[in-house]
């Protein structure tokens, strides 16, 4: 496919350029590439901060709504069905709708959705306004690199989405720090408050700053059924992955779920071939290097979120440290993904993504190596050798997969792209979240026995032993009120030794993950129509 030439819609009376290169550069705010960068990392950091902030606010929901465990796993779950199933049909919206405009009405939502959350007395209309965040979430998140991939040109592209990809890293592990302050000195609600006066700047911005970009061949129709297969085929997908851990990964309704997502992703992408506009024009997939950097993003989340979600319980529950302390050990992570992202812009530019890809994806399968030999009394100095290793890995990872998603489809598909980009960090993370999640259980399952009896613990019924592994997955020691300190003591290190072992286990395969996706890696390139998007203003 060639790249299109880019329209600015700002008013009935402008006129068309007859192609980018050809627009005088912007006197004003509006349409500056910088300014625009600055506005949609308002919206984004929302977004990504709600991402983990949440997770510290649970325990203060469920004690103030009265909640059940499982009511408060949907606080999460229900977002994160609700962002992953729309991406791509947000992105086609902005496609069609131009991104200004979508990016506007998702800032908007969010915040209110935000605001309603935190006025709602029931755990009911907060899972039903996570729902809501997670729609306008997926307006906001393509839209913002539909804007940023027609504003900058080709050859500042990569430095726009380092300092982006900074923002959502930083604004993602900063999370914990943040609500674990919010919720100890103001409230819950305040984890959810606190957007609306982020969103309302980011609309204000918006409207000052953000020119409409739209590809003259941007599409005109919407290809309803391909919507409809699309999203229940990501639903389907979804949702066993988040059930499997409960359900079993031998269960019938979990394969049940995967094979009607496997036949609805063959079902669209079967209408694909036959309709007019396609919602996703199969076509785009021809390209090896956007292909590679879909599977690269994937690869990348199993290894990051999937190695990352045991080393917080691992910080909080063996070290007991509390969220913020966990958060603030966790640092190094987000001070070299703060530095490295724009440094890794700049190498992109220079030596095209190829290298500091496949390099990033080596720096993060060592740094996993390196998690996987943490022990119950490893110091925070060498935790934190391992987790700035980590950071600096993923930032060339983030940017430079993001630039050859969105660089190599054609302009007019932009916010599809982002999209994609975006879904395959969700269904990753969910993937990596859930099969590492199997990897760990199977081994506490494993082990926990033979530990226990080594130990010369008293013995355990076979409905006890399941509580306590159950326990032990998330590195809490099955230790009642009335057993002896003594004991405790020794079930305590039998906990914490089950749990590191399956969580070691757990950090290598997101290793092994790591190394397939240095290979991935070596398939990319630089995006062939980056140089759609040449931007006006001054850069």
Same mark, same amino acid.
């Given at each position: 496919?060639?790249?299109?030439?880019?329209?600015?819609?700002?008013?009935?009376?402008?006129?068309?350029?007859?192609?980018?290169?050809?627009?005088?550069?912007?006197?004003?705010?509006?349409?500056?590439?910088?300014?625009?960068?600055?506005?949609?990392?308002?919206?984004?950091?929302?977004?990504?901060?709600? /991402?983990?902030?949440?997770?510290?606010?649970?325990?203060?929901?469920?004690?103030?709504?009265?909640?059940?465990?499982?009511?408060?796993? %949907?606080?999460?779950?229900?977002?994160?069905?609700?962002?992953?199933?729309?991406?791509?049909?947000?992105?086609?919206?902005?496609?069609?709708?131009?991104?200004?405009?979508?990016?506007?009405?998702?800032?908007?939502?969010?915040?209110?959705?935000?605001?309603?959350?935190?006025?709602?007395?029931?755990?009911?209309?907060?899972?039903?306004?996570?729902?809501?965040?997670?729609?306008?979430?997926?307006?906001?998140?393509?839209?913002?690199?539909?804007?940023?991939?027609?504003?900058?040109?080709?050859?500042?592209?990569?430095?726009?989405?380092?300092?982006?990809?900074?923002?959502?890293?930083?604004?993602?592990?900063?999370?914990?720090?943040?609500?674990?302050?919010?919720?100890?000195?103001?409230?819950?609600?305040?984890?959810?408050?606190?957007?609306?006066?982020?969103?309302? #700047?980011?609309?204000?911005?918006?409207?000052?700053?953000?020119?409409?970009?739209?590809?003259?061949?941007?599409?005109?129709?919407?290809?309803?059924?391909?919507?409809?297969?699309?999203?229940?085929?990501?639903?389907?997908?979804?949702?066993?992955?988040?059930?499997?851990?409960? %359900?079993? %990964?031998?269960?019938?309704?979990? %394969?049940?779920?995967?094979?009607?997502?496997?036949?609805?992703?063959?079902?669209?992408?079967?209408?694909?071939?036959?309709?007019?506009?396609?919602?996703?024009?199969?076509?785009?997939?021809?390209?090896?290097?956007?292909?590679? /950097?879909?599977?690269?993003?994937?690869?990348?989340?199993?290894?990051?979120?999937?190695?990352?979600?045991?080393?917080?319980?691992?910080?909080?529950?063996?070290?007991?440290?509390?969220?913020?302390?966990?958060?603030?050990?966790?640092?190094?992570?987000?001070?070299?993904?703060?530095?490295?992202?724009?440094?890794?812009?700049?190498? #992109?530019?220079?030596?095209?993504?190829?290298?500091?890809?496949?390099?990033?994806?080596?720096?993060?399968?060592?740094?996993?190596?390196?998690?996987?030999?943490?022990?119950?009394?490893?110091?925070?100095?060498?935790?934190?050798?391992?987790?700035?290793?980590?950071?600096?890995?993923?930032?060339?990872?983030?940017?430079?997969?993001?630039?050859?998603?969105?660089?190599?489809?054609?302009?007019?598909?932009?916010?599809?792209?982002?999209?994609?980009?975006?879904?395959?960090?969700?269904?990753?993370?969910?993937?990596?979240?859930?099969?590492?999640?199997?990897?760990?259980?199977?081994?506490?399952?494993?082990?926990?026995?033979?530990?226990?009896?080594?130990?010369?613990?008293?013995?355990?019924?076979?409905?006890?032993?399941?509580?306590?592994?159950?326990?032990?997955?998330?590195?809490?020691?099955?230790?009642?009120?009335?057993?002896?300190?003594?004991?405790?003591?020794?079930?305590?290190?039998?906990?914490?030794?089950?749990?590191?072992?399956?969580?070691?286990?757990?950090?290598?395969?997101?290793?092994?993950?790591?190394?397939?996706?240095?290979?991935?890696?070596?398939?990319?390139?630089?995006?062939?129509?980056?140089?759609?998007?040449?931007?006006?203003?001054? #850069?």
């Amino acid at each position: 496919m060639t790249s299109q030439t880019t329209i600015d819609k700002t008013g009935p009376e402008d006129k068309t350029p007859d192609s980018p290169l050809d627009r005088a550069p912007s006197t004003g705010l509006r349409g500056h590439p910088w300014f625009t960068l600055i506005t949609v990392a308002v919206g984004v950091m929302m977004v990504a901060l709600d /991402g983990t902030i949440v997770a510290i606010a649970n325990p203060a929901i469920a004690k103030d709504l009265g909640a059940t465990f499982a009511d408060v796993q %949907w606080i999460t779950n229900a977002y994160f069905l609700a962002l992953a199933v729309s991406l791509i049909t947000a992105g086609k919206l902005g496609d069609r709708f131009g991104h200004r405009q979508t990016f506007l009405i998702g800032v908007t939502g969010f915040a209110a959705a935000s605001g309603a959350i935190g006025l709602s007395h029931s755990i009911a209309l907060v899972v039903t306004f996570r729902v809501f965040q997670g729609l306008f979430g997926a307006l906001l998140m393509p839209a913002a690199l539909g804007l940023l991939r027609a504003t900058f040109p080709a050859e500042k592209l990569n430095m726009a989405i380092g300092i982006w990809g900074m923002v959502i890293g930083a604004s993602t592990a900063g999370g914990p720090i943040l609500g674990g302050l919010l919720v100890q000195h103001v409230s819950w609600q305040s984890v959810f408050f606190i957007n609306v006066p982020v969103g309302l #700047i980011a609309l204000v911005l918006g409207l000052l700053i953000l020119l409409d970009h739209r590809a003259e061949n941007a599409p005109r129709s919407f290809d309803i059924l391909g919507i409809v297969l699309l999203s229940g085929a990501m639903f389907c997908l979804v949702w066993a992955l988040i059930k499997a851990p409960a %359900w079993g %990964w031998g269960d019938g309704k979990t %394969w049940l779920f995967l094979g009607l997502s496997v036949l609805g992703f063959a079902l669209f992408s079967f209408w694909e071939t036959r309709v007019k506009e396609p919602l996703i024009p199969l076509a785009l997939f021809r390209s090896v290097p956007l292909s590679a /950097g879909v599977v690269l993003m994937v690869l990348m989340a199993i290894a990051f979120m999937g190695g990352l979600f045991f080393v917080t319980f691992y910080l909080q529950s063996v070290h007991g440290m509390s969220p913020v302390d966990a958060g603030l050990h966790l640092l190094p992570l987000t001070g070299m993904m703060i530095v490295g992202s724009p440094l890794a812009g700049l190498a #992109i530019t220079k030596l095209g993504p190829r290298i500091p890809l496949a390099s990033g994806m080596a720096a993060t399968a060592i740094a996993m190596y390196g998690m996987s030999t943490l022990e119950a009394d490893t110091s925070s100095g060498v935790m934190s050798v391992w987790f700035a290793l980590l950071g600096f890995g993923l930032a060339p990872v983030m940017v430079g997969a993001t630039e050859v998603i969105v660089g190599n489809a054609p302009m007019e598909l932009s916010g599809v792209a982002g999209g994609l980009q975006q879904a395959a960090m969700q269904v990753g993370g969910s993937l990596g979240t859930a099969v590492l999640g199997a990897v760990m259980a199977s081994k506490v399952d494993s082990d926990l026995p033979g530990n226990w009896t080594d130990a010369k613990l008293p013995p355990l019924t076979p409905a006890q032993l399941d509580q306590a592994s159950e326990a032990v997955r998330v590195g809490v020691a099955p230790v009642t009120k009335d057993t002896p300190a003594a004991i405790a003591a020794q079930i305590t290190d039998v906990a914490h030794e089950t749990f590191i072992s399956g969580m070691s286990l757990a950090c290598l395969v997101a290793a092994g993950v790591a190394v397939v996706a240095v290979f991935v890696a070596l398939l990319t390139k630089r995006g062939e129509n980056a140089e759609a998007g040449a931007g006006v203003g001054h #850069i």
